[in-house]
C-alpha cells in the first residue's frame, strides 16, 4: 500500500516555504519607502516621544523578549496539565530565536536611519556583514536583520498554539502586533520581522516536534 501521507507533508512544507518566500520579497520591495513614510509621516516620533503611545508600544515590545516568555513559561508549567512539560516547550521556543544574534552578525543590516549623516535616506541593501568581528557578535550595533523581538514573540506563539491549538489565532496575532511596533517605531525594516517570523516558526515547530517525540518516549507510546 502507498503511504500518500510523506508526499502530501513535504507538498505543504514546500507551499508554505513558497508563501514564505513570497512574503519575504514583498517586504524587500517596500523596506525604503516604508520606513521613510514611517519617519517623515510623523509615525515614529509619535511612538518614541513620552505619551500613550509610547507607554502602549513599551508594552507591546514586552512581549518579545525571552524573561516574558521565562515569566510565562513559568505560569504555563503551573496552570497547563502537561506542568513542567509544557513550562519547558516554552522556555525552549524563546531560546530558539537566539539564532538572531548570530545572523543580524553575519548579515550586518543597519537599523533604518541609524547609517552615517552623509546618507540621508534609509538604505537596507548597505549590508556590513560581520560588523566588529568576533567582539561584534557579542555586542549588537543597531543591526536589524532579522528581528530579535518579532522572532522571540512569534517563536512562543508557535510553543503556546501548539500547548493551545483552538487559540492559535490569537497567539499569532499578538505576535504580529509585536512585528508592526518594532516596524513602526522605525527600529526594524518590514523585512526583518517577516524573516525572523519565518525562522522562529520554523525553529519552534522543530522543537515541537522533537518535544512531542520525547513525550511519547516518556510514555511508553509508539
Not at 520606513?35 to 507591546?60: C, T
Not at 487559540?167 to 508592526?180: N, S, T
Request: overall charge positive; aromatic content about 8%; some cysteine.
Amino acid at each position: 500500500m502507498i503511504d500518500r501521507a510523506e508526499p502530501a507533508a513535504r507538498g505543504r512544507t514546500a507551499f508554505i516555504a513558497a508563501v514564505w518566500a513570497c512574503a519575504l520579497a514583498a517586504a524587500l520591495l517596500v523596506d525604503a519607502p516604508l520606513a521613510a513614510w514611517i519617519r517623515h509621516s510623523g509615525v515614529e516620533q509619535a511612538i518614541r516621544q513620552p505619551g500613550p503611545l509610547h507607554a502602549a508600544a513599551a508594552k507591546i515590545k514586552l512581549g518579545g523578549t525571552y524573561l516574558t516568555v521565562l515569566a510565562a513559561a513559568a505560569v504555563i508549567g503551573a496552570i497547563h496539565r502537561l506542568r513542567w512539560r509544557a513550562g519547558v516547550l516554552v522556555a525552549l521556543s524563546g531560546a530558539a530565536a537566539l539564532v538572531n544574534s548570530l545572523l543580524k552578525w553575519v548579515v550586518g543590516r543597519t537599523r533604518p536611519f541609524r547609517l552615517p549623516e552623509d546618507i540621508a535616506q534609509p538604505a537596507p541593501f548597505i549590508l556590513a556583514p560581520f560588523r566588529g568581528g568576533l567582539a561584534g557578535l557579542l555586542r549588537d550595533t543597531n543591526l536589524s536583520f532579522p528581528s530579535g523581538h518579532a522572532a522571540v514573540a512569534f517563536a512562543a506563539a508557535t510553543a503556546l498554539a501548539a500547548l493551545w491549538p483552538r487559540a492559535r489565532a490569537v497567539f499569532y496575532a499578538l505576535a504580529a502586533l509585536v512585528a508592526v511596533e518594532r516596524v513602526a517605531e522605525n527600529a526594524h525594516y518590514a523585512s526583518d520581522v517577516v524573516a525572523a517570523a519565518a525562522l522562529a516558526v520554523a525553529a519552534t515547530r522543530i522543537i515541537v516536534r522533537v518535544w512531542r517525540q520525547s513525550a511519547c518516549t516518556q510514555h511508553g507510546q509508539p
